[in-house]
Structure formats: C-alpha cells, structure tokens
C-alpha cells in the first residue's frame, strides 16, 4: 500500500525540473517577436520536453504546412513546407491535440524515418481558425507525462497568439498599404493639412495639380498658394469658416496659383476635420478649364451685348465716298499704317467719319478678324469711364455688385478706339498711359496684372496740344498717342465730294421715308457746295434726310432758310453735279461711275497687276476679292478698258 501510494505522489524533483523547463521556455521567449520569438520558442522547447525535434509551422489551405521555425538536432534548420495528407500533422490540424507516444513509423510510413513519438497541439487565432500547429518529435518514445503536456499546451497558445498577432498585422500592413494605394493613385487629389494648413500627406494627383514636388509637401502651406485678390481670400475665409463650424464644406470653388508657374488654378474643394480635430482631410478636382471657359463665355456675352448695341446703332457711312485730293491724302495714310499695330491718333472737326477711319484701319489689319471695341470717352460721367476701360471687381465700389469686364479686355487681341480722348479724367490718363508702355493694367478693386494684347486708336476734335499747355492733359500720354497721326479734312475742304455724297445719302435714304429723287435741284447743289459745314458730314447727313421728308416731287430741293449761304461762300465755284440721284435702269449711277474710273486709273498704273504689295488692291486699301468683286460690279475688265 504505501509503496503504491509512493508511486501517485509527484516527486519534488520533477516538480521543480517542471518549473525550471517552464521558466526557461518563458525567459527565452519574453523578448522576442516574429521569427525570433518562433526560433527561441522551438529550441527551448526541444530542450524542456527532453527531444531533439520541435517546429512551429503555419497552415496553407487545402493541405499545405511550412514550418516557420524548426529545431533539430541541437540547431535551427532551414524551414521546409509539405502535404499534410498521410502525416500525423493532419490529426492535429483537423482535429487538436495529438499524442503519439510511439509507432509514428508504423502508423504513418510517409512520415520521416526514425521517428517513433510524436506531440502536436494545433494553434488558434481568437476566431477558431487554425493558424498552423506546434509539434515536438524524437526518434524514442514519449511516453505520456502530464506536467509536460501542460507546458506544451501553454506554449501551444503562446505561439497561437503570436501567429495570430503577426497575421493581423500583416493584414493591417496590406490594408493600410491598399489604402496607401488608393491615396496616391487616387485620380482626385486628395491632402491631409494641419490647422495652420501645412500639409501632412498629399498624393500624386495633388502634387500634379498643385505644380509642387514630393519634396515640397512637409514645407507646403496651402494657403501660400491662395493669390492676392480680394475675392480669393473672401472664398478661403468662407471655407475656413464652414470648418471652424465643424461642417463638411460643399464644394467650395477656391482660386489658386500652381507652384511651378504661376498659373491661375481654381479647384473644387471639400473638406472636412479629422476626427481628433488635428488636421483636416480634403479633396479637390482641378475646374481651372471650366472656370476659364465660364469666364471666357462671359466675355463672349459681354462682346456679343456690345455688338447687339452696335448694330442696334447707325452709323453714317456704309463705305467711305469721295474721291477729293485730301480724302486720297488719308486712305493713302490708313493704307501705310493699317497692316502695322502702331499707335494713331485721328483728328479732325466732330462729323468728319473719325470712326469710319478708325474702322478702316482695323478693318486692313492683321487684327479684322478680332474685336472692333469702341468707347466714346466723353459721353461717360468722369467716374465711370476708368471702370469702362478696365473694368471692375465686385465690391469695388458701392453699386459694383458683380465683376465687370473692362473695354481692354473685350478687345484682346483686337482693336479699341478711344474717341474724344480728349476728355478722359487726369487720373485715367495716368492708367492709360502705363496699358500704352506697360501692355498691362489691372481692374478696380482688384491687385491681380492683366496682360492686354490691344491696338489703340485715338480720336479727338480738341487741339491737344493746347489742352497740355492749360494742364488738361499729359504731355507723355499725347506722345504716346501720336505715334501716327491723322487729320481728316472738314467737308469744306472737300468740296468735290459733295456732290457724291449727296447721292449717297439721297439713296440711302429715300427708300426709308418713301421718297424717289431723280435730280437735285441747281440751286440747292449750289447752296451744298457754298456752306461752310460746321457740322461737316454728320450735319449734311442729317439736312439731306430732312430734306427728304419734306419733299413733295422728284426733285430735291433745300430753301434757303434751311441752308443759308453767306455772300462770301456763294463765290467759290460749284463743281459739277453728278448724274441724277436716282440711277436708271442700265446707267451706272454718279457715284459708280467715280468709283469705276477711280478702279480703272488704278489698274492701268500698276498694269492690271492687282495682287502683291504694288498691286491695284493695295493701293486701293482693299482685298484683293474685294477688288475683283467691285470690278465683277462694275463691269470693269481689261479688254473694255482697251477699247474704250
């Protein structure tokens, strides 16, 4: 009896080898991590339960182990990776704990050879799932022993947690390097910035968009890239508003300037704060191409409201008539200076076609194809003409309540024609004058530079050079203006076009109020010819229409009260009249049949050549189609022009 009861008792000294094979495994492993930790655990462990093999392993569905530590033989070995089919590995993995004390040959012949005991525990993450399993091996049996079980099951669920814990982990890197992935390959830029907008992370499409570099990020403040206009920062004040609230934005518009260049970039930008209230996360979408058609549609808008304006206007010629030395003098003049983008200043008294020059000249410019922009400088209050001519930003003043867009901008790339110059305001002459040196000028209210691409063309009726001895204006700005001046004779001095321009409007004008004039009476020729004018074309315009209305046959006749002549005019000569007003059926009329000798003395002299720099249409200061269609008009050819 006491020598069985002997034999039930644990021995102290077993006990005590227990705990020392325990708290070496223990001590072995405390520090380590990883691979680390497996290798120690598996040699410790050999070490404890008295055997000279042990490996952890990892499991690989359907049937796949790979060892992830492996002792043998007193040393780590290279890992290896088998089936699990026909090896005691399998017992464990599909069904736990597995104790072979001896006959691991017999039982399974595939297994390595020698092998007689075999222990295997099978490793579990915190859901179930088997991870792989922890085995220790030895050529002699292993009987069964309790104490060392236990300690085999401990370090069982060691190794688990630990297999578990690097599997998490590994999940955790490949999720946080997916979400890696979609940050900077994201095709919207995404940026992480502090509250004082310092960016912390932004991705490639930012960096792209923003024109900065990988380097640029720890040290890029966002709001270094906000220009210096008031409407900019009001957007970024609006944003940062909506934040400190703690609200998401709402794709706020946002204007910027890229890094790299200096380019306007507008953005659609939400933003919201992090949830530790650190930084905020934002995203935006580069609008700079919608933005800049938006605003490029505007400017159509406000061309198309200016030329619906114009042509709502009437202007008093369809083509310039004459025929006089002087007129000649001056289309010779806009011929000369119409293909350059020089600077030219018109003068002339008020009604002599100042605007029909200036139209002329744009109109044989490299520029026709461009805006035609004109502005009548004395017909705007003095405070209004400088937001005319370069526009203004909303809240510039009070009653600017939206951007305007400026006469300058509206003629880029083409012509603006400054009529009455003369009475433009002492401060606008000093921004004028920096558009003609500078080529750049900036709106009211706004800081940001405009570049202007614009031909100017002037015009005034004053003596110009008088108004700068009295102060009224700059002397630089007349400089600059008159880099090629013309001067438009009144219609006194041009007395030989009367008659033609008589015609011209008694044609244009006659269909309108139900009037046909065949003739004009001699003495009302004489009276037309014999008036000094002081109105010059724009007043004989307006005398032929009323002349019209109150005409009762098919003569035209002005009394003498309407047109008096003055005893010293009646004795300049009177030039022949042209034929009847009123062409007849196959008759060129008066006015055609200048134009056609005009053509035709033309032609001869540069021996019908009618294209190139010498030829007729150059001369003429028109197209060459334009030449061929008035000849096609006139029935002008060269073979006609030999017989007659």
């Known amino acids: 009896m006491a020598k069985a009861a002997d034999t039930n008792k644990t021995p102290a000294g077993d006990v005590s080898e227990d705990f020392a094979a325990l708290r070496a495994v223990v001590e072995g492993t405390a520090r380590a991590v990883g691979d680390d930790f ?35 033989n007193g040393k780590i070995i ?54 792989g399993h922890l085995c220790v091996l030895d050529e002699s049996p292993m009987p069964p022993e309790p104490r060392k079980l236990s300690v085999f099951e401990i370090f069982g669920a060691r190794a688990a947690a630990e297999l578990d814990r690097l599997r998490m982990e590994q999940t955790l890197r490949e999720s946080e390097q997916r979400l890696k992935d979609l940050f900077d390959e994201a095709p919207i830029a995404y940026v992480h910035e502090g509250l004082d907008t310092r960016f912390i992370r932004a991705n490639r499409a930012a960096i792209r968009t923003l024109g900065i570099t990988a380097e640029d990020v720890p040290t890029m ?81 406000a061309q198309n409201v200016y030329l619906r304006e114009e042509i709502k206007s009437v202007h008093n010629f369809d083509e310039i008539i004459g025929a006089s030395a002087g007129l000649m003098d001056v289309l010779e003049s806009v011929r000369r200076v119409a293909p350059t983008d020089a600077t030219t200043l018109i003068m002339g008294e008020t009604g002599t076609g100042k605007e029909l020059i200036a139209r002329a000249i744009h109109s044989s410019s490299n520029r026709a194809d461009n805006p035609f922009i004109k502005i009548n400088c004395a017909a705007l209050p003095a405070g209004l003409v400088e937001s005319e001519l370069f526009g203004h930003e909303r809240g510039a003043f009070s009653g600017a309540i939206q951007r305007r867009i400026g006469r300058f901008e509206l003629a880029q790339g083409g012509t603006i024609f400054l009529d009455e110059i003369g009475e433009v305001p002492a401060d606008v002459q000093v921004k004028l004058l920096r558009v003609l040196q500078e080529r750049e000028f900036e709106r009211i209210g706004g800081n940001q530079t405009i570049k202007c691409d614009v031909r100017v063309i002037a015009a005034t009726n004053r003596d110009l050079p008088k108004a700068i001895r009295e102060g009224a204006f700059r002397a630089d700005l007349y400089y600059r203006l008159n880099v090629f001046p013309i001067r438009l004779p009144a219609l ?153």
């Open 492 to 644: 006194r001095e041009r007395v030989a076009d009367i008659p033609l321009l008589v015609q011209f409007f008694v044609q244009k004008y006659g269909p309108r109020v139900g009037r046909r004039m065949d003739t004009v009476a001699a003495d009302t020729m004489h009276r037309l010819t014999h008036y000094q004018w002081p109105g010059n074309i724009r007043e004989l315009e307006n005398i032929i229409e009323r002349a019209l209305i109150l005409a009762t046959g098919a003569e035209l006749k002005i009394d003498a009260d309407v047109l008096p002549v003055s005893a010293d005019d009646s004795e300049r000569p009177t030039p022949a009249a042209p034929a009847p007003a009123g062409p007849r059926a196959g008759e060129a009329s008066g006015l055609d049949q200048v134009q056609r000798e005009h053509i035709v003395n033309t032609l001869q002299k540069t021996n019908w050549v009618i294209e190139g720099a010498r030829g007729a249409a150059s001369r003429l200061g028109m197209k060459p189609a334009t030449l061929r269609h008035r000849m096609k008009k006139l029935g002008i050819s060269r073979e006609r022009a030999s017989d007659a």
């Open 78 to 131: 290279d890992n290896l990776e088998y089936d699990l089919p026909g090896t005691p590995c399998e017992r464990v993995i599909n069904g736990g704990l597995c104790h072979i004390p001896s006959g691991v040959q017999l039982e399974y012949p595939e297994s390595e050879p020698g092998i007689e005991g075999y222990l295997g525990v099978p490793l579990l993450a915190r859901n179930g799932k088997v991870l």
């Open 221 to 301: 403040y966002g709001r270094s890239l906000i220009p210096d206009t008031p409407s900019a920062k009001q957007r970024l004040q609006d944003a940062f508003a909506s934040l400190g609230r703690g609200t998401d934005t709402s794709g706020v518009i946002l204007e910027l300037r890229r890094k790299d260049n200096g380019n306007p970039l507008f953005i659609q930008w939400w933003s919201k704060p992090d949830p530790g209230g650190q930084y905020t996360r934002t995203m935006f979408i580069d609008i700079t191409e919608r933005v800049l058609m938006e605003q490029e549609n505007l400017k159509l808008q």
């Open 38 to 72: 497996f290798a120690s655990l598996v040699r410790h462990l050999a070490q404890a339960m008295g055997v000279r093999h042990a490996f952890v392993s990892e499991f690989t569905p359907p049937q796949k182990i790979r060892t992830l530590a492996f002792w043998s």
